[in-house]
């Protein structure tokens, strides 16, 4: 991790008809940093993301990505800038191969999506990256298996595979635990590690149960009713009275209610 800013947000704000989503968020993300956004349902935490990866324009506000404004590009092209973007909802295509799945996300950034068969040697770079990003997933034993054959955990391992075919230089994760049973979760959180601390990459995670990012956190910034409630390393947030009162008592009894 470094001093220089990958991300910036400048008062960027999201309404939808009356209601705010993102109130006027300001925040600095470090390069080859692990940078969690927690809040309650409805924080407006999907609606941020949203507005970093270009799915939908901001009512007003700026994304700086390494010095360039990108708040008006749309997804495709904040893709090939190097942000890779997660959904709540799994993405996968489900009556493909794991292998197909992570090769069609590979030949996606490739610019020539149905003419590979023209030149062998993309063909292989294809399946050379396929079996690399296979592997950094720790899926190769189920490479021939079909998406919709794997355990629910295996599918967000998959789902992570797809988002880093392209080799992404940021990745905003949208709840990757979601749906698993909770002995899973620190395998996949730890696999995020690996594959930020191996490839340098800067990682943003989205996340409504704040035990799971406490640990592997470098920075956290907490979102209530659209807005910056606090912002610091994880213990500063933990440590943090108006975090305590406003949001994590509500937040523990959703945990305790869930088990
Ligand atoms: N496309 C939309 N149209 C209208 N309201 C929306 C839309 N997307 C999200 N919202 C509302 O914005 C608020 C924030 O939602 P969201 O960003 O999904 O929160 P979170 O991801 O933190 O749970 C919620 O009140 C939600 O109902
Ligand atoms: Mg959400």
Redesign the pocket.
């Known amino acids: 991790m470094d001093d220089t800013i990958l991300l910036e947000t400048q008062s960027l704000r999201k309404e ?2 009356a ?1 705010i ?1 993102v109130d006027n968020v300001s925040i600095r993300v470090r390069a080859n940093s692990l940078h969690s956004i927690i ?10 993301f949203n507005l970093l990866s270009g799915n939908i324009e901001p009512t007003s506000g700026r994304v700086i990505f390494k010095g360039r404004d990108i708040t008006h590009l749309p997804v495709h092209r904040t893709i090939h800038l190097g942000i890779g973007r997660s959904f ?1 909802i799994t993405n996968i295509f489900p009556n493909l191969t794991v292998f197909e799945n992570i090769r069609l996300a590979c030949q996606a950034m490739g610019h020539d999506n149905f003419r590979f068969w023209q030149d062998a040697s993309r063909f292989k770079k294809y399946i050379a990256r396929t079996t690399e990003v296979i592997e950094l997933v720790g899926l190769t034993s189920r490479a021939m298996t079909l998406a919709r054959a794997l355990p629910h955990g295996d599918q967000r391992k998959l789902e992570l595979g797809m988002i880093l075919a392209p080799d992404p230089e940021l990745l905003l994760l949208d709840e990757p635990t979601a749906g698993m049973a909770s002995e899973q979760v620190p395998e996949l959180m730890a696999l995020i590690q690996r594959i930020r601390l191996a490839g340098n990459k800067t990682v943003m995670l ?1 996340e ?1 149960n704040m035990n799971v990012v406490m640990n592997v956190s470098d920075a956290i910034t907490v ?1 209530h009713q ?1 807005q910056v409630l606090a912002e610091g390393a994880p213990a500063e947030i933990a440590a943090n009275k108006e975090v305590q009162t406003a949001y994590l008592g509500g937040l523990y009894r959703t945990v305790i209610s869930n088990q």
Do not use: I, W
């Open positions: 939808f008809g209601l989503a809040g309650p349902n409805g924080a407006g935490k999907t609606t941020f709540q989205v409504h979102m659209g």
